[in-house]
Structures are given as structure tokens and as C-alpha cells.
């Protein structure tokens, strides 16, 4: 009888085991169920750097290096490369476009070409200096040049102009040739009448305009002394001369008659103010080297350097004979 109560209880306990032993496939599903797990795993960092990377809608150019050596090969592609850069400028720091880009290359250039010779050691002495910015100027210089011959002036403003000097023009001709008769019927001081004539181009008689309506008002018999000329006349005058002087700039500056909050101006108005700045580092460099005789090796940004016209050497003094006098005059 207790080999048959052991024969059960053996039984009993085989009979237990086996469920462990049915259970074994059950791991081998969950290990297969976690490699995909593990292949999200995996492919979730390379989603987060691929996500990481779109937000910024970048091209290449916003991401570059300081210098552009070996990248820009074109005023285009220096414009692309700088103009990231211009538009972090604060809104504060810029300064009115006025500029000749390519006076300013050359200028560049120049002062440049001076500093070759001493740049290792400059380099050691201002080592704070930033480098990689001035040596990047001509591109700089040439990314502005672009710049401004995308700028497209608006037939509006153009045609505005012309109008506003056709009248002025009309209605100097009518103060100046009635100044000219009252300054000989003694209405007028011929002086000033005669300073006013004198005077040529756009601004010239922008500036005429202000200048004969206040002669005529410091004048008053000369407004009762003819029939021409009218109160209106010199207020139109002295508005406009004032307006065309405000739009007008001297030769040899750029007019630009484009909108203000145009992009392109924008754009040019960022970049040469980006010159201006790292300019002002160049001459820096060039004020460490030479002193207060900096100017010559490094001009401004926008100097114009005029040559001395030569002047002939004066003819040698006629030989003495060899007597040893002095020659005298033939007599006539």
C-alpha cells in the first residue's frame, strides 16, 4: 500500500512540472514581440535628428563658417553667405544706405594689400581681432555690389522726380529772368540776383528756388514793382527747392527712389551696414601698424584719392659763354 501512495504522489508532482515546460514557448513570443520594440528603439533617435533638422528650413548658407574662403566664387553666392549674417544686425545699429560698393572693394583691396606683409605678426599682437571678418571684406564688398543691382526703382518715384524738376525748372526760368529786370530797374541787388544765376545741376536749383523766394521777400517793392511773379510763386518755390533738396544728394552718391521697406533695400540697406562695422576692424589693424599715418596705407571706406596733376620742370638756365660774361640783351 505505500508504493501505491508514493506511485500517486510521484505522478502528482511530474504532473506539476509540466505546466513550467508548457509555458516555455510563452518567453519566446514576448523576445519576439520586443524586436520590433527594439527596432523603434532604435529608429526613434534617427526620427528625432531627422525632425531635429527640418524645423530649420535652412539652406546651407545660414550655417557656415566665418570666412568664406574656398565657398564664394560669385557676388551671388557672397550675397547668400553674408546676408544671414546682415540680418541678425539689431534693428538699432543700422545706418542710412550711402555707399559705393565698388569704391569700397577697391579701398579694401588697398589697405589689404598694405597689411599682407605684417599679418603674421598682427595677427599675434591683436589676437582678439576678428580676423576671418577682415580678411572676408572684398567678398563682403562684392555680396553689397549685388545687393544694390537687385534694387528696382519704382516708376512712381522716377516719374515724381522728373515732374518735380520740370517745374522747378519752369519756375526758376520766371523768378530769375524777372529778378534780372528788377536788378536793372534797381528793385533788386544785381549781386545776389547774379549769385543766384550762377549756379548749375539738380540741387543747384533746388537751391535757387529757396534762394529767389527770399530775395523776393526780403525785397517787397520788387513784388509791387511787377505783375509776374505772385505770393504763390515763391510759396511753391521755397516748398519745392526745400522738397527736392531732401531727395536730391550730391554727385557721386547713390539715389535710390525705391521703397524703404522693399526686401531688396532691406536686404542692401543690412549688408552695407555689415561692411561698415568690420571696416572699422580693418582700420583698426591698420592704426596698430602705422600710427597716425594709417590713412595712407588703409583710406576710408568711401575715400576718393585725386592726383596731383605733375607740374613741368622749368627750362635750364641759358649757358654763360666762355668769356665768363654775362650775355646781355640785343638792342632792338
Known sequence: MAAKTKTPAKTGRAAKKKPPAAKKPAPKKTSIAKKPIAEKSIAKPIAKKSIAKKPAGRSPVVDVPASSAGRVKTAQEAFLFFLPQAETLPKAELVPYNLDPVLALQNIQTALKSLEPYLPTLKKALPELPWAQVLDLPALAQAVTF???QIVATP?????LRAQLGEASTLRTLLLSTAGALALGGSLPPPA????????GAIDLASDLIELAALYRKHPAAMTAQKLVTAAHLVRAAELGTELLSRLKPKGTRVSTARSGQPDVVARDRLATLLWQRHAELRKAAYYQWGEDFERHAPALQSRRTTKKSIPPAPPAP????SGK???KPEK
Open 326 to 328: 654775362t650775355p646781355t
Open 156 to 160: 512712381t518715384a522716377l516719374g515724381e
Open 193 to 200: 540776383v547774379e549769385k543766384i544765376r550762377r549756379g548749375r
Open 319 to 322: 649757358a654763360a659763354p666762355a
Open 147 to 149: 545687393a544694390a543691382t
